[in-house]
Structures are given as structure tokens and as C-alpha cells.
């Protein structure tokens, strides 16, 4: 790591985490507040996603990077990934994330509580999960993903509403199963031929 410009990496991650624990301390009440900084958030994303595409188009001179939080080994470390697919998915994820909150801002976040801060940590999710360098990695970005999505599934009111919410839950619950059955059969493999 030479710059400042390594660590934008991590920042599609970062910034939707802090933004949605800022509109948990902030409060339910506060719901215009919420919106606008749920808003600038993801205009930021989208722009910050633009800068990671040029990065990995080689705009700076690499074109694959890595990260390892903690500067751990990679054994041990969270690995995240830079090249132009993820830069790509994130850019996607951003400009489906401005779209979806400004057609929120109708009337859907309005109606339940905590649409802003769990929209935030599903971008969170998303976001890693198509960072993530291993499968252990992306497999704990997609269970974020997730577990905000069962409560924005939920979100609102109504009988079918719940209903088909606790549906979603327990396909995701099953479907999770077995990517962690698959992802560690994997790593035993792996571990064997080592």
C-alpha cells in the first residue's frame, strides 16, 4: 500500500456501515434527515464507484488490486479485490442504489421503520460481496446482504407481507446452508491436497 487511493477499496464498505450507524443514532424521527443522508450516501457510492472503475481500467497504472484489512496474511485477513468486473458490479450497485432510494422517497420510506438504515447496510452487503477476494469472505458479505434484506422484505405492514417475508427467510436460510456446507467442503479439499 502506497496511498491514500489504495484504501478507496474498502471505501464502497466503509461508507454505507457508517452512514447507517449514524441513522441509527440519529433516530426513527428524524426520517428527512435519514433520507438525505441516505441520498448524499449514495451519490457518493455511485461516484466513488466511477473512480474505482477508472483504477481498475489502469487510469493509475495498476489494474488488479489488493487488500488485506489488517495488512494480515492472506490466510487470515478480510481480502478484498479491485480488478473491472468488481469495479463494474459496484458501479452497477451504485446507480441501482440511487435509483431505488429515489423511488423510495415517494412513499416506501414511509412506511415501516428503519427503511434508510437497513437500505444502507444492504449496500453494504452488496458491496462487499462483489469486493470479496475468497469464498469465506463473500460468504459473509451475502449473509449481511441478507439479513438486511429479510428486514426490508418485512418492511412495512400485512398478513401477505409477513407471509411471503418468512418465505424469503427460509429459502435464504436453506440456500445459505448450503453455500456454507459447499464453501467449507471446498477448503477441506483444499486443505487436503496441501
Known amino acids: 500500500m502506497t496511498g491514500w487511493t489504495d484504501h478507496l ?13 449514524l441513522m441509527i443514532l440519529v433516530g426513527e424521527r428524524r426520517r428527512t434527515l435519514q433520507a438525505m443522508l441516505g441520498l448524499a450516501s449514495a451519490v457518493a457510492l455511485l461516484v466513488l464507484a466511477i473512480a474505482l472503475l477508472w483504477m ?3 487510469g493509475d497504472g495498476t489494474a488488479v488490486r489488493v487488500y488485506r484489512l489488517g495488512d494480515w496474511p492472506s490466510l487470515f485477513a478480510i481480502v478484498l479485490v479491485l480488478d ?9 450497485a451504485g446507480i441501482l442504489g440511487v435509483a431505488v432510494l429515489v423511488f423510495s422517497l415517494a412513499r416506501w420510506h414511509r412506511a415501516g421503520a ?3 438504515p437497513l437500505f444502507q447496510f444492504q449496500l453494504m ?10 469464498l469465506f469472505n463473500l460468504f459473509v458479505f451475502f449473509e449481511v446482504m441478507l439479513a438486511a434484506s429479510y428486514g426490508l422484505a418485512l418492511h412495512g405492514s400485512g398478513a401477505r407481507r409477513v407471509r411471503a417475508g418468512l ?11 448450503l453455500f456454507l456446507v459447499g464453501v467449507s467442503a471446498i477448503y477441506g479439499v483444499a486443505g487436503t491436497l496441501n
Not at 84 to 92: F, H, K, Y
Not at 125 to 134: E, H, I, L, Q, R
Open 9 to 21: 477499496t474498502i471505501a464502497p464498505i466503509v461508507l454505507p456501515l457508517l452512514i447507517g450507524t
Open 56 to 58: 481498475a481500467e489502469g
Open 84 to 92: 473491472r468486473l468488481s469495479a463494474l458490479m459496484l458501479l452497477l
Open 114 to 116: 428503519h427503511f434508510h
Open 125 to 134: 452487503g452488496v458491496n462487499g460481496a462483489f469486493s470479496a477476494g475468497d
Open 167 to 177: 418465505q424469503y427467510i427460509v429459502v435464504n436460510l436453506t440456500a445459505s446452508l
